[in-house]
């Protein structure tokens, strides 16, 4: 039972001037009230005091912390790059997977892609033009090549003929050509005309037409090169003639061997050129590829289904939730999608209470959004290490993350929510507590006020077993005494007045 008592010190009764002394007292619902009136030349000290009355009840013994509503299940969505936020559905929203849930600017990823793509376009080109040098360049090598094959043959040949003039048997052999040559020609040519004929009734093919005259046509160049060879072999060869000839073929020689190394440069030039533009190409898909990729996940999408929360950001030295218009940086959490099919509190342990806390252990958690709703669970996680900080009178103190497990889904739950939990460790009955706010323990000494005839008083205590809201009391107190419950602005009021009680 808590009262509120408001107190002056009793004037002594010696004084006989300037004495007035009222007393009024009401009582109304457990509240009473008490007045005194100091002697008008004191100085006048007044304290309003809340009060408690002492009985022997049952103690819970336990752990109280306030902890955050989160899922057993929960997945975070991550920023994908560094960009502002356009699109943001409503925090609590029921997501399916894979639901969109968001979208990013990406007006410089469309841009960056429309170059990239403006670039493979040209390497692309680029690669055409290369391929088609390459069979340029490769042909021209092949020509050259030819070219300096057939002038080496050429210059083999003449001095080979140059050796061979005026040998008798060369000259009888070639003029027998000739000869058979001529014969040859004659019948080729009665031939040609009778196909010629032939074809033009229909009875034979433009190709067997064209047969007979390609075989007459040969002979014409047979006999023009033979009678080239009767006319060299008929003038005979000049020493000056033959070393000046076998230098025409060493040079000949010697321009095929520069023609072949020529030609194998041009074919790498152009492979390099090709290669070059082949790499470009890759480069250019890959960058493609990339900016789509990011493009993609600008559509910010639920990796799980679940209730939708964001994540913060730290503003100045406030942290404020996500919303759409933020530019956020690449990896910072987003979101959490979170099942409350499988709901947890989750909360911070000081390391001194830690050793007291095991799975398994029974919890009873209230919610401040819904005072008279009570929730039971279970210990269910313990990290192994001490990793998150507490603030405790500017001290940093360091914690131990717990999660208790709710027995059952409840359709109050929201992600975020403030859950107050306790953590059961014994049960005592009809034993005396003392609120902590009424107890004081300075060094080596506890103690409390108890208001005893208007007057508080100090009383030692030997003190029991507590849970932080309150304390067993063996010695010191009894049923029904009412303890004062802010003895510290007592204390203060006693310091400053002279004549306060001892």
Known sequence: MIQRLTSRPPA??????????????????????????????????????????????????????????????????????????????????????????????????????????????????DQKLALLERDIRKQQAQFNQEQARIKARLAGLKLKQLKTERDPAALTRIREGLKALAQRQQILELEARERARLYELGYLSRQERDQAQLQLDESKKEKIRLEAELKIAEQGPRSQDLRKQDLEVQKAKAEVKQAQREGAVLVRVADVMKRSAESRIKTYQERQKYYQGLINKGVLRAPAAGTLVYGKLQVGQEQV???????????????????????????????????????????????????????????????????RTLSNDQMELQGITCEIRLEKPDPHLRPGMTAQVKIRFDSLDQVLTLPSQALIQKSQESYCWVLENGKPVRHSLTLGPSDARQTVVRQGLKAGDK????????????????????
């Open 12 to 125: 002594p009764l010696w004084q006989k001037f300037g004495l007035s002394l009222g007393v009024s007292l009401a009582l109304s619902t457990g509240l009473a009230l008490v007045l005194t009136q100091l002697p008008a030349c004191q100085p006048q000290v007044s304290s309003t005091w809340e009060v408690h009355t002492i009985k022997k009840e049952k103690l819970e013994l336990g752990l109280h912390e306030s902890g955050e509503i989160v899922s057993l299940s929960e997945v975070s969505l991550r920023v994908p790059f560094d960009g502002k936020l356009t699109q943001l559905l409503a925090e609590g929203t029921v997501l399916k997977a894979g639901q969109e849930l968001g979208r990013m600017d990406t007006s410089s990823q469309l841009t960056e892609k429309d170059n990239s793509q403006f670039s493979l376009t040209e390497a692309q080109m």
């Open 321 to 387: 939730p996500v919303k759409a218009g933020d530019s956020v940086n690449e990896g910072i959490e987003l979101a959490k999608i979170m099942d409350l099919q499988q709901p947890v509190v989750r909360l911070n342990l000081h390391e001194i209470d830690a050793p007291r806390v095991h799975l398994g252990q029974t919890a009873l958690i209230t919610l401040e959004a819904w005072p008279g709703l009570q929730l039971k669970g279970k210990v269910h996680r313990l990290l192994p290490i001490a990793r």
């Open 483 to 502: 303890v004062i419950l802010n003895p510290t602005e007592l204390e203060k009021s006693l310091e400053a007045s002279p004549h306060g009680p001892t």
